[in-house]
């Protein structure tokens, strides 16, 4: 099983993805490189999650290749995809009501694929001390914000190359949202590459090395932060705002 | 709650367990003996629905086969040496299981309780329709099993008390087995599976090979408890593997509380004891046992053990008391 390591993480060709009869995806080519910051915009219906479950192995493509460090993983089931160092915050945060905040922690822990255990229990409780006051509350006994943080938080615990974010900040307070981004943040500066998928223009400019919009289940747009920000027609023509 | 005051009413049940043989007459000692075995198998059963949330309907299967295989091994032998009965029985439990589980895990929802009932079916009438295995007469025993050290068998199971203390120690021992495992991180992982299967996947764990261990399991404990049954009423029938039996046992891990260890043991205490004294109010009992079971289900949805804390809760805000935090939670999610 040879990584190649300074290849990119994920290499999507050509996808089309179809629930039933309705095709989703258009034709979405897409390359992810280790440690970049890739935000993904485009308003509701265009197929950002499915873009992102496409990715993941949760909804295969129907056409289309998805490669993971060089190595076709097209069809292949989510666990093995997730395996090369990917970890998913889907956008229903996804916590175990029956587990309490620790075992949601727990359960996740493992060293990345190379072997790096830079994320245990600690280092992410010092990311989010609300966390620590909430060890023995079981999942389903948290506000939003904490579950949100418990969702991050258990994703780091898988040690990933690759972190990706669907609607992290969704109808959560402003200053809780204050406190996701600047964890964000500090895992782009780890070196962790991610990809998310916000409403929040503004904190996505911000961050992102490179921005892709996507309309009816194409790209239409991909650029840098400079350049979209230089241009508000374009997002302005694509996501109204 | 502290832990100890938690455990507390597990210790004052053990003991009580532990005494009853110096007060019991040995009818009763041999009643809760039975029951004892059935809150085994309850408790395996429980593993699956309560913790894998799978909810199999052909659980006894794995129960006739434990005392199928006892029976079969030593029905004409002159002695039964536990140390061969018992992993015999064990492992042909937990060999069908692997078998019927590589098979059922695959499905989910209403197709893996229909085809967990048909296959633990086919090994109901295959003994059914076997002369070789008695038929539908089943299997006498004559002899109990036997632990010989030197020329002495020091458990001497055909005292009834004695063999009270086997089974005894044999819930224990399963019971602080499964509070092992649930506590390891496997538990965690079927716990998690429970609660939403795709989500584990995308945490990168491969679930069908934690449902199939979780299945394998619950199945070789049954086998211990179809064994013990075996052993205690020196007679197996196909009727221990038909789906009445798997029935029953989803009723009591049902009425005790789903997703706890003890509440099997306090369900098949009330089955077994209504099983034993409703026939004597009328000969329409199962009618009466059906409704125990449907108000149960009705009013106190987590099962019987959640009416201990819900009084509990009830005494203290009458009393203006507020709930820890911690206990409100206790209440809300044991279930």
Redesign the interface.
Known sequence: MARQADGPIIEAHDLHTYYGASHILHGISLVIRPGETLSLMGRNGMGKTTLLRSL?G?TPPRRGTVKVYGRDMTGA????I??QGI??V?EDR?I????TVR?NL???A?PGPDGRKDWDLTRVLDTFPRLAQRM???G??LSGGEQQMLTVG?ALM?NPDLLILDEATEGLAPLIRKEIWSVVRQIKESGIAAVIVDKDIKALLELADRNIIISKGQIVYEGSSEDLAANPETHIRYLGV | MSSLTRSLPLVVALLTLLLFPLFGSSFYVGLVTRIIIIAIFAMSLDLLIGYTGLVSFGHAAFFGIGGYALAIAFQDASVIPLWQALPLSLLAAGLAALVIGWISIRTSGIYFIMITLALSQMFFYYFFESPRYGGDDGIFLFLKPVLMIGSEDILNLDNENNFYYFALSSLVLTYLFLVMILQA?FG??I??I???E??V???????NGYKLVSFVLAGTLAGLAGFLEGAHTGYINPAYMSWHESGVAIAIVILGGV?TLYGPIVGAFIIVLLQNFLPELTEHWQLLLGGIVISVVLFLPRGATSLFPRLLSLIRTEKGVPLS??ES?KV??DG
């Open positions: 993941l949760l089931p989510p666990e093995k997730v395996r970890a998913f889907p996804g175990f009501p029956n587990l075992e727990v359960m996740a493992r023995t509350n079981m389903n006994h258990r898988t | 991180p965690k992982v716990k998690a429970k609660a939403n795709h989500r996947r995308a945490l990168g764990y491969s679930t997703g935090q911690e939670t809300d999610t």
